[in-house]
């Protein structure tokens, strides 16, 4: 009996270290958005979509999202971004932008198991599933109708509160915002912020 009670002792430690592990992502799977309300963290899926994560985190440490406008926002359904080529407020095209990418290629989709729940980040595409290149969306609210069509690559675990007071466009023209908020800066790792989550 005193055997498995030293045993139970040793094994604890090791249990709630592997428990710990499981609950904080590492830090080079977070990508941190800040936006004009604040900073939103999100725990990429690297196991699930390599090459869709690994471009996000490329085009970011590039600095490529600063500055880059949410020109899609429907109101209980998703804020789309990521547009590099006509998104930028430097140089904001109002007539192509959702047209553009990046100057890499377009990715192979990488459908996965994962479900389009709120705070879900999702590649946006074309009508081919393999023309994903460097635009997003972030789902305001379930959209299980995307589930196993678009790339999940993460999801949002802290300041959802921030992603639901992104200017929403009209719904009339497809969710097209006029003066849209932007990303102000998208970084890889975490947050410096102790505010709590969703």
Known sequence: MNKLLVFAALLLPLMISEAKSEKSPNPENLLTIELKHGPVIIELFPADAPNHVKR???????????????????D???????????????????????????????????FNKRKHVRGTCSMARARSPHSANSQF??????????????????????GMNHVDK????SPLNNGSVTDPDTMKRVTVGSGKTGEKSL
């Not at 305001?140 to 802290?158: F, P, R, S």
């Not at 992104?166 to 466009?169: L, V």
Request: charge should be positive.
């Open 56 to 74: 996000i985190k490329e085009l970011a440490k590039a600095g490529k999202y600063d500055g880059v406008a949410f020109h899609r926002v429907i």
């Open 166 to 169: 992104i200017k929403k466009g």
């Open 76 to 110: 209980g359904f998703m804020a789309q971004t990521g547009d590099v080529e006509f998104g930028n407020s430097k140089d904001f095209d109002k007539r192509r932008v959702g047209t553009g990418g990046s100057s890499k290629p377009d990715l192979k989709a990488e």
């Open 137 to 158: 969306f972030i789902c305001l609210d379930g959209a299980g109708n995307l589930d196993g069509k678009y790339t999940i690559w993460g999801q949002v675990i802290q």
